[in-house]
């Protein structure tokens, strides 16, 4: 799974935005992964937000705005929930988990009848921190999705501090570093955009603060971020935090620490796992966040094991040019691994994910598609 690159680079990320484009809704919604059974048929506020920054940052500009417009429909949609939701918060009775906004939709905007881990809130901040550095990348006017980032700054502000279940649907009774920094960089995001103003501007700006204490707090330990509050582990998900999110500058030392951590405890052989006690399919090594590191290593200077993370992504395409959502080469508990293939059947793959990351961190490396 190391270098040299067994696939030809350039092609296979020009087939990784065909593959995210070609199976873009024609409403603008990004399936997770087009045939996997727990996953078909509906499209995550998450995986859709970098699915729509990395092919926006390898030149696929109209597609990722008519994501965003998707976004857009949806929230405006529920607008009716989102105003009971900020209502309730409010008024000190916030309503229960299962009221809250879901993690996916369905491609129409439906709320679905298959049960779900639903309530995550990353999803939020990451769609608008995504539109509005698309909007600049691109130089478009973000001014169409002003209303329904104006519900989502509401629905952060109210609820910001509820624990969730986290970006892997798991441990709703925790708050989460990596959920907390998808809000921060959507509420900067949106600050800084002109999207919001007046009094909903100045609680987006009191909520990024506060939330910035609380990553530098109780969000830190051993110098590095950690999983959740309470917690001492790490988690692969907080590279994102450094690059592309921003939420963490490269020059603090966190950006380092963390790094550094996630090296250590998640890293084998160049492959990054989500956390250490993952049983999800055997516990594999995902492809999208060995990107995540690599865009985290770019940012502080780090290109060479930037490179490296890159190339050990692209190594794990398939023969016709597939990224799955995790490879099996390393499983950190295998037992797992039959259990969930009789339950939902083989890895995920293509995982339209995986394919955005490739791509954002090959721009980022000056790496285009042939
Ligand atoms: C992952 C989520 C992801 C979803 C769809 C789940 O297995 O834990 O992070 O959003 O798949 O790709």
Redesign the pocket.
């Known amino acids: 799974m190391t270098s040299p690159v067994h696939t030809d680079l350039g092609a296979l990320l020009a087939h990784s935005r065909s593959v995210i484009t070609s199976l873009q809704e024609p409403n603008g919604a990004y399936p997770?992964?087009p045939d996997?059974s727990?996953?078909r048929g509906?499209c995550?506020f998450?995986?859709g937000s970098f699915i729509a920054d990395g092919v926006s940052a390898a030149g696929a500009v109209d597609s990722a705005s008519r994501f965003f417009d998707w976004c857009s429909d949806v929230l405006l949609r529920h607008a009716g929930t989102i105003e009971e939701i900020v209502a309730a918060a409010r008024a000190g009775h916030p309503v229960p988990d299962d009221r809250m906004l879901p993690?996916?939709f369905t491609f129409a905007g439906d709320l679905g009848h298959d049960d779900w881990w639903d309530f995550q809130l990353d999803g939020y901040g990451t769609w608008l921190w995504a539109a509005v550095a698309h909007a600049e990348r691109h130089g478009l006017d973000a001014q169409r999705w002003r209303r329904a980032a104006e519900l989502t700054v509401d629905y952060l502000v109210s609820s910001w501090q509820r624990p969730c279940f986290d970006?892997?649907?798991?441990h709703s009774e925790q708050v989460h570093i990596s959920t907390l920094g998808c809000i921060a960089a959507g509420l900067s995001a949106a600050a800084s955009s002109g999207l919001i103003e007046g009094p909903r501007l100045e609680a987006a700006l009191d909520a990024r603060s506060a939330i910035d204490d609380l990553l530098h707090g109780d969000g830190t330990a051993d110098g590095h971020l950690v999983k959740w509050i309470g917690d001492d582990a790490v988690d692969g998900s907080l590279s994102a935090l450094i690059s592309p999110l921003g939420v963490i500058p490269a020059a603090d030392p966190l950006a380092a620490g963390t790094i550094t951590a996630v090296r250590r405890d998640l890293s084998i052989d160049g492959g990054v796992h989500?956390f250490r006690a993952d049983t999800?399919f055997g516990g594999g090594q995902w492809p999208l966040l060995t990107c995540f590191l690599g865009l985290a290593q770019a940012a502080v200077g780090d290109r060479d094991s930037a490179r490296s993370a890159l190339e050990w992504a692209a190594n794990t395409a398939t023969a016709d040019l597939m990224l799955p959502?995790q490879v099996g080469a390393h499983l950190l508990d295998p037992s797992f691994r039959q259990e969930w293939i009789d339950r939902w059947g083989t890895v995920?793959t293509p995982?339209?994910?995986s394919h955005a990351m490739l791509l954002r961190l090959a721009v980022e490396l000056g790496e285009v598609p042939a």
């Open positions: 997770a992964s996997f727990a996953y509906y995550w998450r995986d993690a996916r970006w892997w649907e798991e989500r999800f959502e995920a995982l339209l994910w």
